[in-house]
């Protein structure tokens, strides 16, 4: 049996082959996911790094 992170990322490739294709994405909808994606995932880093700092007692 899969573990548990492993059945849901499955399951979820499984509901976006499932999704009709879109036909068409303006430059500004592409721009902006990408801009989306980039600021999360940096958001995501910095929080990373405080609390890895908080944890050695650098703060």
């Known amino acids: 049996m899969a573990s548990a992170p492993a059945q849901l ?3 979820l490739l499984s ?3 499932a999704l ?3 036909e068409a994405v303006e430059a500004g909808d ?3 996911l990408f801009l ?3 600021i999360c995932i940096t958001g995501i880093c ?3 790094g405080v609390y890895a700092r908080k ?3 650098e703060v």
Do not use: I, Q
């Open 36 to 38: 989306g994606t980039v």
């Open 20 to 22: 009709p294709a879109v």
């Open 15 to 17: 509901r976006l082959l």
């Open 55 to 57: 944890r050695n007692g």
């Open 46 to 48: 910095a929080c990373v």
């Open 9 to 11: 990322f499955l399951a």
């Open 30 to 32: 592409a721009s902006a």
